[in-house]
């Protein structure tokens, strides 16, 4: 039985879906990104939502209005869920993109569970990204967490076991609540630069679509992704041309990049090496001001040529 907060958009027949889940957090909205950029270029349709009304302090998490044309339109904070059939594909995938919530966690995920076990889903795959200690000009590390091996190795990646043991976020609940049902759960996590400032992230984003891309066999248009990872490498090359402070780290955190992957190590879950870096917090802060800076320029720019 269907959860009472879950409303259905479109009643359909699912094949063995696959469902690919990302939840925007205090951690960033570059997962919930990723599913969007899917929605969009797999043309899914929404097919349920869950209401918004039991899990969300709305005085912490406000409603946004948006203008369509000359109407305003309130956009509350909906996890939404999508529909796809791709060529090629024998199965169907479902798309599901939300917030993390701030109250009744527990209810959430019952809701999420009820309706994954009405489509009859097998497969729960998530991503995630999160700033770590790798430069901006190596390719971005994805892991991959799944106790499948072969599932594994349709990603082509080797799988790992997360050993953490401490506070975790709504895709962590959920996923460990339908791993209990016997749904195989996997886990897609992309390592940022943490002085490279972006939200979301273009290159984890185009780093997680393409490992979906691999694990599905699916073909995914990322030029406007590109675009954008273009754009956030020339802002950072900037910064660094201005920053001694900056190349330090930068050149620091290659060296690291560099002997790990020499020693075979997995990034990820190698141990970190002792680094002599400034402080990060100073870093991130003259990053974000020069970005906010350069983005402020352009937009006044554009305007004026409008």
Same mark, same amino acid.
């Not at 995920?109 to 190596?138: K, M, N, Q």
């Not at 720019?301 to 409008?306: F, I």
């Given at each position: 039985?269907?959860?009472?907060?879950?409303?259905?958009?479109?009643? &359909?027949?699912?094949?063995?879906?696959?469902?690919?889940?990302?939840?925007?957090?205090?951690? #960033?909205?570059?997962?919930?990104?990723?599913?969007?950029?899917?929605?969009?270029?797999?043309?899914?349709?929404?097919?349920?939502?869950?209401?918004?009304?039991?899990?969300?302090?709305?005085?912490?998490? &406000?409603?946004?209005?948006?203008?369509?044309?000359?109407?305003?339109?309130?956009?509350?904070?909906?996890?939404?869920?999508?529909?796809?059939?791709?060529?090629?594909?024998?199965?169907?995938?479902?798309?599901?993109?939300?917030?993390?919530?701030?109250l009744r966690w527990r209810m959430f995920?019952?809701?999420?569970?009820?309706?994954?076990? $009405?489509?009859?889903?097998?497969?729960?795959?998530?991503?995630?990204?999160?700033?770590?200690?790798?430069?901006?000009?190596?390719p971005l590390p994805v892991r991959l967490?799944?106790?499948?091996?072969?599932?594994?190795?349709?990603?082509?990646?080797?799988?790992?076991?997360?050993?953490?043991?401490?506070?975790? #976020?709504?895709?962590?609940?959920?996923?460990?609540?339908?791993?209990?049902?016997?749904?195989?759960?996997?886990?897609?996590?992309?390592?940022?630069?943490?002085?490279?400032? *972006?939200?979301?992230?273009?290159?984890?984003?185009?780093?997680?679509?393409?490992?979906?891309?691999?694990?599905?066999?699916?073909?995914?248009?990322?030029?406007?992704?590109?675009?954008?990872?273009?754009?956030?490498?020339?802002?950072? *090359?900037?910064?660094?041309?201005?920053?001694?402070?900056?190349?330090?780290?930068?050149?620091?955190? $290659?060296?690291?990049?560099?002997?790990? &992957? &020499?020693?075979?190590?997995?990034?990820?879950?190698?141990?970190?090496?002792?680094?002599?870096?400034?402080?990060?917090?100073e870093v991130i802060s003259d990053v974000?001001?020069?970005?906010?800076?350069?983005?402020?320029?352009?937009?006044?720019?554009?305007?004026?040529?409008?």
């Open positions: 039985m269907l959860h009472e907060s879950i409303r259905l958009l479109e009643q &359909r027949e699912f094949r063995n879906p696959i469902v690919i889940a990302g939840f925007a957090s205090q951690g #960033g909205v570059t997962p919930a990104a990723v599913i969007q950029h899917l929605a969009e270029h797999w043309d899914a349709t929404a097919f349920a939502e869950i209401d918004p009304e039991e899990y969300f302090d709305f005085t912490v998490r &406000r409603p946004f209005v948006q203008i369509d044309g000359e109407e305003r339109i309130l956009q509350w904070p909906v996890t939404r869920l999508y529909a796809a059939s791709i060529d090629g594909l024998d199965r169907d995938v479902v798309l599901l993109s939300g917030i993390e919530p701030s995920t019952d809701a999420i569970v009820s309706l994954l076990a $009405e489509i009859g889903a097998t497969t729960f795959v998530t991503v995630t990204a999160y700033p770590g200690a790798v430069p901006h000009t190596r967490d799944a106790a499948d091996s072969e599932l594994a190795r349709a990603f082509g990646m080797e799988p790992t076991a997360s050993s953490y043991e401490g506070p975790v #976020g709504i895709t962590s609940v959920v996923s460990l609540a339908l791993k209990a049902q016997g749904i195989e759960t996997a886990s897609l996590m992309a390592l940022t630069p943490f002085y490279a400032v *972006a939200n979301p992230h273009p290159q984890a984003t185009i780093a997680l679509v393409e490992s979906l891309d691999r694990g599905l066999g699916t073909s995914t248009a990322l030029g406007e992704l590109r675009e954008q990872a273009a754009q956030l490498d020339r802002d950072v *090359a900037t910064v660094i041309e201005e920053s001694p402070q900056l190349q330090t780290v930068v050149s620091t955190l $290659e060296e690291q990049f560099d002997w790990i &992957r &020499r020693s075979k190590t997995p990034l990820l879950s190698a141990p970190q090496q002792p680094l002599a870096l400034p402080s990060s917090d974000e001001r020069f970005l906010e800076e350069q983005r402020g320029g352009r937009s006044e720019t554009s305007g004026r040529s409008a």
